[in-house]
């Protein structure tokens, strides 16, 4: 029987084996959920949806200013009163469109109702755009306005990756100044 002996394990062998892969298996366990851990933190406050400053938007989109002024030269002015735009249709009768002096874009937000993972994994995904806008209207008085749509892309804080255009969006009167 020379050779079998080497063949045989011994229990004492076999524990410390089983030992250390319960460690590395444990050490990778415990790693990845560290940054798992760490990724969920990093990516929720990445993808908030308010912005300190104005957002940045990478690829063929514009900003609320452009698509404001594309609204105003269309239009022939702004609303005093909240109105749903529709794309190629006119402004409804009953609301009245007043011509505007001038305006300034206080405040912008972006932001997707769905999460980093699912708006990377859809094969169109959209993105949610509000504007605060403060209006000067050409009879001397003043309105704040707020426009809000929704585009293609990706919103990831305060970088935006555009795919394309939406719909004019909604404008909601705040309020008015004389």
């Keep these: ?3 079998s002996g080497s063949c045989r394990l011994s229990l004492a062998g076999v524990a410390r084996k089983v030992g250390k892969l319960v460690f590395f298996g444990f050490t990778i366990v415990t790693l990845a959920t560290c940054a798992l ?26 900003g609320p200013d452009v ?3 594309d609204i105003v030269r269309e239009r022939g002015g ?7 735009l529709a794309i190629g249709e006119d402004v409804p009768e009953s ?9 300034s874009v206080d405040n912008v937000e972006v932001g997707s109702s769905f999460s980093v993972l699912e708006t990377v994994l ?3 995904p959209t993105y949610s755009i509000t504007a605060t806008i403060r209006v000067q209207y050409a009879d001397a008085s003043e309105g704040m306005l707020r426009w809000s ?8 804080g305060s970088m935006v990756m555009c795919r394309g255009d939406g719909p004019p969006g909604r404008i909601e009167f705040l309020e008015v100044g004389d």
């Excluded at 990724?39 to 989109?61: L, Q, Y």
């Design 37 to 62: 851990i760490s990724v969920h933190f990093a990516v929720s406050a990445w993808g908030d949806s308010a912005t300190d400053g104005a957002p940045t938007f990478i690829g063929d989109c514009y």
């Design 78 to 84: 702004l609303p005093k009163e909240s109105v749903d």
């Design 122 to 124: 859809d094969d169109d």
């Design 1 to 3: 029987m020379s050779g």
């Design 149 to 156: 749509s929704w585009r293609y892309g990706m919103a990831f």
């Design 95 to 103: 609301i009245h469109i007043y011509p505007v002096a001038g305006w």
């Design 67 to 69: 698509i404001l002024s």
